[in-house]
Every structure is written in C-alpha cells, then in structure tokens.
C-alpha cells in the first residue's frame, strides 16, 4: 500500500503528521467567517455516509491517488501554518511568520473541499492516500466539519478501522477525544489541551489516569507524561490539569447526523464508561486560614462561626480543631541560583523563623538546588533546629517542584494523620523546567505535583523571592515561577508571599507563621455520597463577620 510513494516522503510526512497532530489539536485555530457559514449545516447526507461505509467495509480494491495525497497534505500542512501563528498570538509571543496569501485562501477554500471530496470520491483510506495522507484526512474532519457532521461520519471511521484501511493513530485519537467531551464525557487518550487566560496549558478531564497510558499505546501514542512535556515545549507554558467537569455541546435535537450510532459505538467508548461507581460516605477535612485584612488579630472563632458549601450545597460541619492546634511545617529553602552567595544571610534568617515559631509545632528543615537534603528532621525543640540550621550548605541549578513534592512526600511519611500540614518554600520559583528545554529542571511534571497537592491535605506558603534579570526570556519565565507557586498556594488552602530580597525575610517568616497560628480545621461528611473522582468545589464562609476574611483549599477529588 505505502510502498506506492517514495521512502523519502513517507519520513517527511511522518515528521509532519507529528507536528500537525501537536499543533492542530489545540484551541487556537478558528474559523474563518466562510468557515463558519459552511459549519453551520452538514455537507454530507445520510446516503452517502452509507455508501462510503458500505463502500470501505467491502474491502474492494482501489488504487493508490498520489494527486489527492498531496492536496490533503497541502491543505492540512496550511491548517498547521495559521494555527501556529495563532498559537504564537495567544501566548504574547511574536507571530512565528507573517501569514501568506496562500495559505490564507487554501484555509478558507478547505472545508468546501473536503465536502467536495466526501460527495464525489472514495473515503481517503491509506491504501488510497498512503498512511500520512489518511491520518490527515482524519484531522481536516477533524477542524473544519461541525461536530454533528464528525458524529454522521464515524460509521464510515469505524469501518476503516474494522478492515485495517485506517489506522489507530493520533489524529483518530484526537478526534474520538474531541467527540466524547462534546458530548460531556471525559477524554480517553488526552489529546485536547487549551490555553487558558492565565498563563496555563489545560488538559482537559481524563476518563481514566492509570489506563491512559495503555490506551495510547493501542493507538501508537507516547506515554502522556512524554506528550506533555512536548506541548510544554512547543507552546513553551507550564500545564495543569482541568477540573472542570465537560459540558455538552448543543448540537440540536437527535438526528441521524448528531446522534452516534451504534456501528461507531466503540470507538468512542472507553472500558471504563460502565464501571460501577462505589458509593459510600467519608469525613471531608480542610484547613481554613482566617485574617483580618488592616487589623491586628482577628478574633477567636467557634465551630457556629463557619459554613462549608460544596459544589453550592451548605454542608454540616462535624468535625472542628482550633487555631492552637499543633501544626507540622517543612521550611524548604532554595539554594540554586542567586541565592548561592547568600547562605550565611539566609541561615540568619532561618534561625530567626525557628525562635519565632510556636512551641507546640514542629519543623523540619530542607534545603534544594539539584537535589533535596534534609538538615533536620521535623523537631519541636528550637535548641536541636538551631544547631542543624549550621549544617545548611548547597547550590546548583534549580528543581523547585522536585523540593516541593518531596517535602509533601516527606510530611505525608512523617507527620501523623489527623495533625495540621505545610510546606513553606523560600524560593524563586523559577524551576529550569520553565526553561522549555528536553532533559532539565525536575523530573515530576508541573501538572503532576499539582494534582498531587490537590489530592492531599497538605498546605503550601510559597515566599517568592524575585531575583529575576532584565532580559524579555527573564520576564516571561519569572512570570511562569509566580503562576505556579500562586496555583499551589491557592489549591492547597496556602498563601503566597512576596519578599524583594532575603533581607526582608524576618518580616515574611513572621507573616507565615502568624497565618499558620490561624488556621482551623473543618470537617464535614459530604451530602454527595458518589465517590465518581470528579472535582468538588469547596467554599467557606464566615457570615455576619465581614472584618473576617477567611482562605481555605479550592476543591477536592471525590476518590
């Protein structure tokens, strides 16, 4: 079949199919007003979906269309054109080429194509286009057709698949994701990203974390960890994943061309749609920190003083802990870069957070630059800190959500359940990571450790020392460093803080351990039994209090 078109080529293609299938799935590329109009119906009836599936199910032979091969390559090669020049717009970086007529005109002029293609041609299959020009086809239907005419023509896909004429791949990847979230369902394979307003790429809900790799792998996909770094790389921003629930597209009333019928069931299924959801009903706990903003101490509060909403619905408050609860606390402080010269300042500073903090909490401390030492172990006895704080010696390159991670692993290890946790981390925020480069910074994915502070009870206190240069690459990586630490802050039920330099430390260590001396603990049984892993929005309140401002964790996951 592919061994009608030159060796040459089908390298090329592959390379491009590679980057096509990288840049065409994100949310950057929008129609034209043409585009639009002809979105608006279907340009292909229920007929003709029938004679193309009957036609690519019987297995007839056909032969090789090097012609049409090359338009569909042509035209998915100018969709790959205008959506990184958008891509480049919507991250306020320079256009990566200024656009060109052409391209311009062969993007408008395509989805009229295709429907020319649809009504007058055999579906592209590979023996017909080769195996680059059929997973292209995939992804022009893909972009340019409305989603109720993708839902008409997956009989047609399916079929191709059942006779091995298409292959799984990850333009069909792509295109079974896009489907399922139209209809509200989770993603299989973790193609759909977006970029959001706030500095982030945003990897839409996945069906199911511990089978997505497998499911890749069917489809001849890297591992998603691998395919994340190269989204980051290639937009060059951090991701995270999204916990917003999918939301159904309206594509009007069921239809033959907006319903998914039943011979393509499959391909937009996973194994997981029909597992059983264990129900059962377990003790929610988070941490709120209360403050009054231009005051001096806020007031001590009661259990009556507080309401717990989740997902909108006021919950019952069953279990309570004040202030004067103990508190566990990892001081992780940041030896690389800049902050290599300073140590003897920064052991200052240290001991001065030590003799400031309460009797009743313990402290560890841990320093990082490439790696993570632990120069003491969580203690209570400020005289045993003091004397582990001479110990405190590192410096190298930066791998901030290594540290982190490890000082969450580490409380989760040390600290018993039931007592307060936190991470205070004195760091730029600036993980080499950030750099966008293959093979450096840390080794756990921004999103992942994120997702790993979501999970847990663990609060974060980022204090972001600004060292950053003057340089345009500077402004945009420190940029990244403050969204990171602010997200892990306020997903966690933490605080961010700001020092200009390590000598205004003292002043932020005070403010940390003031907030962590009023936080309490809340707990309640959720109305919403169904353990489904999906996110719950949590909100606390202090009503009839309006000096009184509380901060707590964002959400959980239902597991």
Not at 108 to 136: E, F, H, M, Y
Request: glycine share 6%; charged share 25%.
């Amino acid at each position: 079949m592919d061994a009608n078109f030159s060796p040459w080529s089908k390298r090329f293609a592959a390379i491009t199919r590679g980057i096509v299938f990288l840049i065409g799935l994100m949310a950057f590329a929008h129609p034209t007003p043409a585009q639009e109009q002809q979105q608006q119906r279907s340009c292909v009836s229920a007929e003709r979906i029938e004679a193309l599936r009957s036609e690519i199910a019987s297995e007839k032979e056909r032969q090789p269309d090097p012609a049409l091969r090359a338009e569909i390559l042509e035209m998915k090669s100018a969709l790959v054109a205008r959506s990184m020049r958008q891509a480049a717009a919507a991250r306020g970086g320079p256009e990566t080429s200024r656009s060109d007529p052409k391209t311009e005109e062969l993007t408008q002029k395509s989805p009229s194509r295709i429907c020319d293609i649809l009504n007058s041609q055999p579906w592209p299959t590979k023996s017909v286009v080769g195996s680059d020009g059929a997973s292209a086809w995939i992804g022009l239907i893909r972009n340019y057709l409305p989603v109720a005419a993708q839902f008409a023509l997956m009989p047609v896909i399916s079929a191709g698949v059942d006779k091995n004429a298409i292959e799984k791949e990850g333009e069909l990847a792509a295109l079974v994701d896009r489907l399922r979230l139209s209809t509200g369902q989770a993603q299989v394979f973790g193609t759909q990203a977006s970029a959001s307003e706030n500095g982030f790429l945003v990897l839409a809900p996945l069906q199911s974390e511990d089978r997505v790799d497998a499911w890749r792998k069917d489809y001849n996909l890297p591992p998603l960890r691998d395919y994340i770094r190269s989204l980051q790389v290639i937009f060059r921003m951090p991701m995270i994943r999204s916990t917003v629930r999918p939301h159904r597209v309206d594509a009007g009333p069921p239809t033959q061309e907006n319903s998914v019928p039943d011979r393509a069931g499959d391909l937009l299924k996973s194994d997981a749609d029909d597992e059983v959801v264990r129900v059962e009903t377990s003790l929610v706990t988070i941490d709120a920190t209360v403050y009054s903003p231009g005051t001096a101490e806020p007031p001590a509060l009661a259990k009556e003083n507080f309401k717990i909403y989740e997902d909108g619905q006021e919950q019952e408050i069953s279990a309570y802990s004040s202030a004067e609860s103990p508190f566990d606390i990892v001081l992780l402080l940041d030896l690389s870069g800049s902050t290599a010269d300073k140590i003897g300042l920064i052991k200052k500073t240290t001991k001065r957070f030590v003799e400031m903090k309460r009797s009743v909490d313990r402290v560890a401390i841990v320093t990082f630059s490439g790696k993570q030492t632990i120069v003491s172990p969580l203690e209570s006895d400020k005289a045993k800190l003091l004397d582990s704080i001479g110990r405190i010696k590192d410096y190298g390159s930066s791998k901030v959500w290594d540290a982190i991670g490890f000082a969450v692993d580490l409380l989760e290890r040390e600290s018993p359940a039931g007592r307060r946790k936190g991470v205070v981390a004195m760091t730029d925020g600036a993980d080499n990571a950030l750099w966008f480069t293959p093979g450096t910074g840390s080794a756990i994915l921004f999103a992942d450790l994120l997702e790993e502070v979501r999970k847990g009870s663990i609060a974060v206190f980022p204090i972001y020392l600004d060292t950053q240069g003057p340089t345009e690459i500077d402004k945009r990586i420190y940029a990244d460093a403050r969204r990171t630490l602010q997200l892990l802050a306020d997903d966690s039920g933490g605080n961010f803080y700001a020092a200009k330099d390590i000598g205004n430390l003292n002043q932020v260590y005070e403010r940390v351990l003031r907030d962590v001396g009023r936080v309490y603990s809340l707990g309640y049984e959720p109305k919403n039994a169904r353990r489904d892993g999906a996110w719950r929005s949590i909100r606390v309140e202090i009503p009839g209090r309006p000096e009184v401002k509380v901060r707590a964790r964002s959400g959980y996951y239902a597991k």
